[in-house]
């Protein structure tokens, strides 16, 4: 070992013992055991079903100075302007006491039996959805339909905001979906 080598030597073997001798006084604690469970583990949170709400034709009523008289028609077929309605309403109660969600196809009409089952045709693309309509609305002169937010994107007109549709009622669904919430027509 040369004269230049002996000082870093020495260091090195200093720390070492310095370092042995402070480990000679450490203890690990031992880990504690782990408890057992009092309780089995909640189940994951599945998505939130739609609530049930209820069937309703309703009285009629009046909006800004519009009245509008709800009624049962099978054969109610009409075309005109449709928009669509999303964040400010999700998850607020509809008008037959569902909780709405932006992300179902759903919609909101002036007069149709709460629910109705509609087929909503964009006339300036063609495509078509069948909603449930369990809201009331909209009340916009000019305006037949609001649409849940996914049905506007799936009908491609989300981003334009109103687009012209034909509503055409399904007898059949509709009648379903009111015997599902107590209606006895």
Avoid at 45 to 54: D, L, M, P, V
Avoid at 93 to 111: F, K, P, R, S, W
Avoid at 157 to 179: N, Y
């Amino acid at each position: 070992m040369t004269e230049r080598s002996r000082p870093r030597f020495r260091f090195l073997v200093v720390a070492l013992a310095l370092f042995a001798a402070g480990c000679t006084t450490c203890e690990v604690a031992p880990l504690p055991p782990t408890p057992e469970p009092t309780q089995p583990a909640p189940p994951p949170k599945a998505k939130k079903s739609r609530s049930k709400g209820s069937y309703r034709v309703g009285e009629p009523y009046q909006i800004a100075g519009v009245w509008y008289t709800p009624k049962l028609d099978w054969d109610y077929t009409v075309e005109g302007r449709a928009s669509w309605y999303g964040k400010p309403f999700h998850g607020r109660q509809t008008a037959n006491g569902e909780t709405y969600d932006q992300d179902e196809l759903t919609a909101a009409h002036q007069t149709l039996p709460l629910p109705s089952v509609v087929r909503v045709t964009n006339l300036e693309n063609g495509r078509s959805l069948i909603l449930r309509v369990n809201d009331r609305g909209p009340f916009v002169k000019g305006r037949v339909i609001d649409v849940s937010r996914k049905a506007a994107k799936l009908l491609k007109f989300h981003d334009q905001g109103t687009t012209q549709v034909r509503i055409e009622v399904l007898e059949k669904e509709s009648r379903e979906a009111a015997a599902e919430l107590g209606w006895k027509g």
